[in-house]
T-cell receptor, first 111, second 113 residues
Framework: EDKVVQSPLSLVVHEGDTVTLNCSYEVTNFRSLLWYKQEKKAPTFLFMLTSSGIEKKSGRLSSILDKKELFSILNITATQTGDSAVYLCAVEQAAGNKLTFGGGTRVLVKP | NAGVTQTPKFQVLKTGQSMTLQCAQDMNHNSMYWYRQDPGMGLRLIYYSASEGTTDKGEVPNGYNVSRLNKREFSLRLESAAPSQTSVYFC????????????FGDGTRLSIL
């Protein structure tokens, strides 16, 4: 059975802290791993990772994939209150483009 | 800039009632998807449609039917609603090409009493 596990379930930090979120997976026919940010409504796309060891970076957010060890991390540096959200990891299978999601990590950034 | 549009945004039903959730996308995507999101469980795929005229079951299809009306529209129907179907439902489109992520609508919050 395909499985995506995120940790921690939730965390509380203060502005300026660095956050590291974890995602491990067991999926057949892996094609890519995606990170989404979900505030109150629709999940919004952050990164897609297909190659192992390559870091994707956008401002204060970065992510890396380890296809050998089957995990990914999402880092947020110099956190701001606007980073408060649920961060979702999903793995895409080659067949049918289906996504399997983890349960999410809820991040609360306090001023 | 509409992207993926879902209607309604909120709905309350009584057990046994039926309803259809509507979804439309304006990004010319071939693939469309319906997910449900329950607390602590992430999103789970209900049904998907790889192209107009085709639909396939996802992880949790029981109790639901879908219709791919045309390339833009993909509807989800609950024939006889049950309290276990209380959830937030998300429609998504895209993802059929490499490096193309799925894009999500704002969701429909459905409560079944």
């Amino acid at each position: 059975e395909d499985k995506v596990v995120q940790s921690p379930l939730s965390l509380v930090v203060h502005e300026g802290d660095t956050v590291t979120l974890n995602c491990s997976y067991e999926v057949t026919n892996f094609r890519s791993l995606l990170w989404y940010k979900q505030e109150k409504k629709a999940p919004t796309f952050l990164f897609m990772l297909t190659s192992s060891g390559i870091e994707k970076k956008s401002g204060r957010l970065s992510s890396i994939l380890d296809k050998k060890e089957l995990f990914s991390i999402l880092n947020i540096t110099a956190t701001q209150t606007g980073d408060s959200a649920v961060y979702l990891c999903a793995v895409e299978q080659a067949a049918g483009n289906k996504l399997t999601f983890g349960g999410g990590t809820r991040v609360l950034v306090k001023p | 800039n509409a992207g993926v549009t879902q209607t309604p945004k909120f709905q309350v039903l009584k057990t046994g009632q039926s309803m259809t959730l509507q979804c439309a996308q304006d990004m010319n995507h071939n693939s469309m998807y319906w997910y449900r999101q329950d607390p602590g469980m992430g999103l789970r795929l209900i049904y998907y449609s790889a192209s107009e005229g085709t639909t396939d079951k996802g992880e949790v299809p029981n109790g639901y039917n879908v219709s791919r009306l045309n390339k833009r529209e993909f509807s989800l129907r609950l024939e006889s609603a049950a309290p276990s179907q209380t959830s937030v439902y998300f429609c998504a489109s895209g993802g059929e090409a490499s490096n193309q992520p799925q894009h999500f609508g704002d969701g429909t919050r459905l409560s079944i009493l």
